[in-house]
């Protein structure tokens, strides 16, 4: 059973720039949250879906966004990127009865 | 590359003794609680879980109790092995329709040999 995947692994983005994010759940699964790992901050909450639908969001910028298509991948988007956005972004996929379980996320460095 | 805080706790063991790993976790109204272990350069890997109208639950050399009262919960690990050397959160979801993790800010397991 192939876990979750989250593309790209690496990304180097300019200031201003923006950048999309995705993740293919676990096949089956159809809740799909984000977090963001800093050294300073840890491991924060930022949105969750579940059948194209956001049902929770954290406290997080405009700037950041996500969608969940009906095969329930998902992408994230930050836009106008701050040198603050450098962060591991990780993905989590949920079934029914199930754990989460977390892709190895996608390094964004901002320069 | 480092994934995780570079000032985190570090409970540092001799291998083969056994290790505990505390958390404080904040809201009343969490109902789930996880343990997870992150390696440096990967995600998050659930080692256990524990339901709220439960206060010990045990696992493969892994066992987790919850103290409501004072909102503690602990992983013990038995026997611990140099495998074992990683970051470990714990995380709790609050009951409503979503599933959302609050995870606290993580303990540095290092095993010596």
């Known amino acids: 059973k192939a876990g979750v995947t989250q593309t790209p692994r690496y990304l180097i983005k300019t200031r201003g720039q923006q950048v999309t994010l995705s993740c293919s759940p676990i096949?089956?699964?159809?809740?799909v949250s984000w977090y963001q790992q800093t050294p300073g901050q840890g491991l924060q909450f930022l949105f969750e879906?579940?059948?194209?639908?956001?049902?929770n969001k954290g406290n997080f910028p405009g700037r950041f966004s996500g969608r969940q298509f009906s095969n329930s991948r998902s992408e994230m988007n930050v836009s106008t990127l701050e040198l603050g956005d450098s962060a591991l972004y990780l993905c989590?996929?949920?079934?029914?009865?199930?754990?989460?379980?977390f892709g190895q996320g996608t390094r964004l460095t901002v320069v | 590359g480092e994934s995780v805080g570079l000032h985190l706790p570090t409970l540092s063991v001799q291998e083969g003794d056994n290790s505990i790993i505390n958390c404080a976790y904040s809201n009343s109204a969490s109902d789930y609680f996880i343990w997870y272990k992150q390696e440096s350069g990967k995600g998050p890997q659930f080692i256990i879980d524990i339901r709220s109208n439960m206060d010990k639950r045990q696992g493969q050399r892994v066992t987790v109790l919850l103290n409501k009262t004072v909102k503690h919960l602990s992983l013990q690990i038995a026997a611990t092995q140099p495998g074992d050397s990683a970051v470990y959160f714990c995380?709790?979801?609050?009951?409503?329709?979503?599933?959302?993790?609050?995870f606290g800010s993580g303990t540095r397991l290092l095993v010596r040999p």
């Open positions: 995380a709790e979801n609050i009951k409503d329709s979503s599933y959302k993790l609050i």
């Open positions: 989590a996929s949920k079934g029914g009865n199930t754990e989460a379980f």
């Open positions: 879906y579940f059948s194209e639908t956001q049902r």
């Open positions: 096949s089956g699964h159809r809740s």
